[in-house]
């Protein structure tokens, strides 16, 4: 167990649901990173967080995609109307800023299946 | 383009054999990069990190080692296990230290035979 935690770990949706789910990392780290991963490939980033401010965003994370971090704490990543494409493992990761390590501490992921 | 990739096969090896995993990356400039092992299921856990200044780094049975001019890293687990088995990643550190960005590369999945 890293620290970081997920919820759900798996969610089953029809095509044009909308999903959310929540990622809560180690609570003194202030950088938050959400990754996508599909099955035989490695975690593809999405989008980061310092504190509340998302920082960057992948050209992946289309207009369906949203995340927040609204107390710099948790984050939640919503996907709307989803797609069969959507189908993945959801990963975050937490790091702080000021340590004095790279390291990234990953959740166990969010599956999402689309049917 | 920019591509990392691993072995492509996965890797079987005996108990007891050091098992050597390569990663070789075009068009990326990394400032470090890191190593995590992956259980089905699971998250990535962190193994390792050499930095573009490094020739080698070592943690117990594990070695790493980076070369920025053949644009190649090798992982090295000395006296494999059964319980080595699992897929490793290596990620590059973009962006350097201030966005602590990864880009994984596909994964080489080693299989430890007893």
């Known amino acids: 167990d890293t620290g970081v935690s997920q919820d759900p770990r798996h969610k089953i949706t029809k095509r044009g649901q909308n999903v959310t789910f929540r990622c809560d990392p180690i609570s003194e780290h202030n950088r938050l990173y959400w990754y996508r991963q599909t099955l035989g490939q490695g975690p593809e980033f999405l989008t980061y967080?310092?504190?509340?401010?998302?920082?960057?965003k992948s050209r992946l994370l289309s207009d369906r995609f949203s995340a927040e971090r609204p107390k710099g704490s948790f984050s939640t990543l919503e996907i709307q109307r989803t797609e069969q494409g959507d189908s993945a493992m959801y990963l975050c990761a937490s790091w702080m800023t000021s340590g004095k390590t790279y390291e990234q501490y990953f959740g166990p992921g969010t599956r999402l299946t689309v049917t | 383009s920019q591509k990392i990739e691993q072995n492509s096969e996965a890797l079987n090896i005996q108990e007891g054999k050091t098992a050597t995993l390569t990663c070789n990356y075009t068009?990326?400039?990394?400032?470090?990069l890191q190593w995590y092992r992956q259980d089905p299921g699971r998250g990535p856990v962190f193994l390792l990190l050499?930095?573009?200044?490094?020739k080698e780094k070592r943690k117990e049975r594990l070695k790493v080692t980076f070369d920025t001019t053949l644009k190649q890293s090798l992982f090295h687990i000395t006296a494999s296990q059964p319980a080595d088995s699992a897929t490793y990643l290596c990620?590059?550190?973009?962006?350097?230290?201030?966005?602590?960005?990864?880009?994984f590369g596909t994964g080489t999945l080693l299989a430890v035979q007893p």
């Open positions: 967080f310092q504190n509340e401010a998302q920082l960057e």
């Open positions: 050499i930095r573009e200044n490094e």
């Open positions: 990620a590059l550190g973009v962006g350097g230290g201030a966005t602590n960005k990864l880009i």
């Open positions: 068009n990326y400039s990394p400032a470090y």
